[in-house]
């Protein structure tokens, strides 16, 4: 009886500390304490996560043979720097120059900007991470988030005034309009599949798409400049009784391996 | 009250140590989950008092603040979690056994990935987050991983403090664990 009564009476006594945190929370009355602990812990989590990528590095390593693991990352430097040259030959020639205000951006490739820091994921859905920056750094929801200059690997869902979540392009809720560098500038959405991959949809049937084209952001969302690189075409999905094709894409940075990333904030 | 500090400490350190080390591991050490290890073990050991479940408040609170979801689903899910696991443990097990501790993990795991999906459904029907979780196969063999990863590491635990656990399961009365 007395158990019952401890247990019951530690229980309500958790519960009622939930309740209220949950409603100061809710008006803000908790933001100045979380802010505070959040920057105290940000250095502890820098660490920890840096020793986690460390030790995963390692293991990685081990699985590898080093010669070709290194044969191959300078062979994607080459490809990524390629990739984004031929990229942006690709949009000069295409844009008129005096109709578009964001001319700048392809002339010399900058925007408004905040480096931020990967410092951990969410434990629920590893396709979010955590970033160190947040609304002081003028970071706010719908913000591209790039790596290695220009590729987008996701979108700012939340934010908070020290930190934000990125959803990276590869979790099944993530949804960005884009365009196939083909020529014709096929327009189409593309989404996260599982947290393995992204495809593109709503690819008329009548538009010519091959293996190797490059996926770029359409700018026809608010908070998303055209030409950021999304990922080239890996394999193309065509079926006689669908309206659209649909087509594979391969990122080109290693979602696993980075760290340090860009928040693209206009 | 130097003693609370640092109880207070070691579970904020813990709860980095999840968030930010557990999760940059490589598959499948990823699925590790702390407080459910540290549940489980305060669980057996403190069938008779239930105060170690401020540990869920203090867990949860720091979960809550990195979490792209409302703010107290995760204290909520492992609050509901202690107490479902707390009430089977007091009708299924009366010994400290490695089978006890392993039903127990298992149905801690469980119980938790259950509440955790309900809440996080509800948040999102009734629009309160646009984050929501599925059942999908990716769920199911995260699921299986956590089971696997964390029932491995309360069994070794066990084997390595059996004699530890068995003086502190019949010495244990009044005395607070935590």
């Known amino acids: ?266 | 009250m130097v003693k609370t500090a640092i109880k207070i400490i070691t579970i904020i350190l813990l709860a980095l140590l999840q968030i930010s080390l557990v999760s940059a591991l490589p598959f499948p050490l990823n699925n590790i989950l702390i407080y459910i290890i540290l549940l489980v073990i305060f669980i057996m050991l403190s069938n008779i008092d239930f105060s170690f479940i401020f540990l869920v408040l203090g867990f949860g609170i720091v979960l809550d603040m990195y979490s792209p979801y409302p703010f107290g689903m995760y204290t909520l899910a492992l609050f509901l979690t202690t107490l479902s696991l707390n009430f089977l443990y007091q009708k299924m097990f009366s010994s400290i056994s490695v089978i006890s501790m392993a039903t127990s993990g298992v149905l801690c795991i469980v119980l938790y990935n259950f509440y955790f999906t309900l809440l996080a459904y509800f948040a999102f029907l009734l629009n309160i987050t646009s984050v929501s979780t599925s059942l999908d196969i990716i769920f199911f063999k995260n699921l299986f991983w956590q089971i696997m990863i964390n029932l491995l590491i309360l069994v070794g635990i066990h084997i390595i403090f059996y004699k530890k656990f068995q003086s502190l399961f019949i010495t244990i009365k009044k005395e607070n664990v935590f």
């Open chain 1, 1 to 266: 009886m007395t158990e019952q009564k401890g247990i019951k009476r530690h229980s309500i006594i958790v519960l009622a500390a939930v309740v209220l945190l949950v409603f100061f929370h809710f008006i803000g009355a908790l933001k100045p304490v979380e802010n505070l602990a959040i920057r105290i812990f940000s250095p502890v989590q820098n660490i920890l996560f840096s020793t986690g990528n460390g030790i995963k590095g390692f293991y990685q390593d081990r699985l590898q043979r080093r010669n070709l693991v290194s044969e191959n990352e300078i062979l994607k430097d080459q490809i990524q720097k390629l990739t984004i040259e031929n990229s942006q030959l690709k949009i000069f020639r295409d844009e008129n120059d005096s109709l578009r205000k964001l001319m700048g951006f392809y002339e010399d490739n900058k925007l408004p900007h905040t480096t931020a820091r990967i410092i951990a994921k969410d434990t629920a859905n590893p396709n979010i991470y955590i970033l160190n920056r947040g609304t002081r750094d003028n970071i706010k929801n719908g913000d591209p988030v790039v790596a290695d200059e220009g590729f987008i690997i996701g979108k700012i869902i939340s934010t908070d005034q020290d930190n934000s979540k990125c959803m990276l392009l590869t979790d099944n809720q993530s949804l960005i309009a884009a365009t196939i560098q083909n020529g014709a500038n096929t327009v189409g959405a593309v989404e996260g599949e599982y947290g393995l991959s992204i495809i593109m949809k709503y690819i008329p049937q009548n538009e010519e798409v091959k293996e190797g084209d490059i996926v770029i952001t359409s700018g026809l969302e608010n908070n998303i400049p055209k030409g950021l690189i999304i990922g080239h075409i890996e394999k193309v999905q065509t079926s006689q009784d669908q309206l659209f094709k649909e087509a594979y894409l391969a990122p080109l940075v290693n979602l696993e391996k980075i760290s340090l990333v860009s928040v693209i904030n206009q």
